[in-house]
Every structure is written in C-alpha cells, then in structure tokens.
C-alpha cells in the first residue's frame, strides 16, 4: 500500500476517537451528573467526616487497622480518580509512540 493511503486510514481513525459519537449526550450528561455528585461538596464532607471517625476509632483500638487505611485509601481513590486517569492516559501516550 502506497504510503498516501495509511496516513489517510491512521488519520481517520485518530479523527473518529477524538470526538463523542453521536447519541452520546444523554449518557454524557448522566455520567457528568454522577461525577458532580460523587465529588460535590457533600460528598467532601461525608469523606471528611468518614476518614476522621474511621482515624479516630483505628487510634482507640476499635477498628483493624487494615479496614481502617481501607476506607482512606477508598477516598484518595475516589477524589484522585481524574489525575489517576490523566496520568495512565499520558504514560499510554508516551509507550505507544
């Protein structure tokens, strides 16, 4: 194949994933709404207040220490998810060319 034709075929498929595709909006919009709300400022709060009582009760010996880093590094999973998935996203980048 002539070299004209790949770079045609490579750039249409980097054009197709670039966008949403059509009739995505609904589910979009759903997915945006659940993000605002599993980071909004209640669910902050909630987190806070989680990681303060689950701290507390692992100092005075009422909670395993195992189910306790469990519940925080849940939180730092949760609120860092946007970062986490940047920086796969870059490293995915940088090894595939």
């Known amino acids: 194949m002539p070299a004209f034709v790949l770079t ?3 750039s249409n498929q980097a054009s197709a994933q670039s966008g ?3 009739g995505s909006a609904p589910v979009l919009a759903a997915v945006q709404w659940i993000q ?3 980071l909004g400022n209640v669910a902050t709060s ?3 207040i989680s990681v303060a009582v689950v701290g507390f009760m692992m100092l005075t010996g009422r909670m395993n220490w195992r189910h306790g880093v469990t519940v925080i590094v849940g939180c730092f999973i949760l609120f860092g998810a ?3 998935v940047a920086g796969i996203q ?3 980048r940088a090894a595939g060319g």
Request: charge should be neutral; avoid cysteine.
């Open 8 to 10: 045609l075929l490579v």
């Open 20 to 22: 949403n595709p059509q």
């Open 36 to 38: 605002g709300t599993l």
């Open 46 to 48: 909630v987190a806070v």
């Open 82 to 84: 946007g970062a986490i």
């Open 90 to 92: 870059t490293a995915a």
